[in-house]
């Protein structure tokens, strides 16, 4: 997932071959819940409740990576799930339609999300959340909520947040801000131009939303960098070393908010690259529950 212009030296390729390794050698954690929110096989959510046993818990919303493809699920960041659970969250884990093919079918490769099924199964899975972890997890406290996600996660975080401000006529425009505390994007592929320019993750913004002739329109729906400003408090963590997401993508999208009159943070991590950010055993790990922290209490 780490091909795109600007040829990173062996060094950086190295360095992330080796991240990758680490935040993705970790066991699946299995949740204490599983839920569903529709009916196809990838409309659940997972439900992980604070290691403590505290009522109350603020409820952490995580929604994985993986450049929207079918290959990458969210048992990758239920190691995350657990680490967020054992600072004292409570999470529930996202599972949505990614690219290619329905379960039984054909396999036609790792393409990158479903158009309109994916914006379909994060907004039904945003809207369900309250009542399903009430249900799961009665000690959770839904009235604090911070949505989280990492890359093509990150995306989706920064994007369930704007859906208030999304063009008339869309299916997934809210009437009024989601109720939610805030939103801490990881290495998000926060601005589709940058991306596209970058060929992020293989091109995975142009097969997400499809090639010349529906690209606009579809990114006026689907591009958070087109969806400023929110009113929503944000944070994005990045790290300096990421050759999958570069800096260059989050800090377009810092820029276009500054441009419509908002603040986002932005938390660079020098000596970083994508996948810290995800894995447990990685002090960025820890930056990343501090800032969910901040804006969950």
Known sequence: MSDFPGSPDSAA??????????????????????????DHPDQVIDFYASRDGRTGAPLVVLLHGGAWRAPYDRAHVSPLADFLARRGFAVASVEYRRGGAEPGGPDVGPVAGRWP??????????????VLAAQALPQADVRRIVVTGHSAGGHLALWAAARHVLPEGS??????????RGVVALAPIAHFTAAVERGVC?????????EEGV???????????????????????????DIVVPAAVPEAYVDAAAKSGETVGLTLLGGVGHFPLIDPTADACSVVAEEITQLAW
């Open 171 to 180: 299916p997934w425009r809210l009437p009024a801000p989601p109720a939610l």
């Open 202 to 210: 293989g091109g995975a913004v142009t097969q997400l939303l499809g």
């Open 117 to 130: 099924d994916t914006f379909d199964d994060v907004a039904a899975a945003l809207d369900a959340v309250p």
């Open 13 to 38: 390729r190295d360095r992330d071959e080796a991240e990758s390794a680490s935040a993705f050698a970790h066991p699946p954690v299995a949740p204490d819940r599983t839920a569903a929110y529709g």
């Open 215 to 241: 690209f606009d329109e579809r990114a006026a729906q689907a591009d958070p960098a087109a969806l400023l400003p929110t009113g929503i408090a944000t944070a994005i963590v990045q790290g300096v070393e």
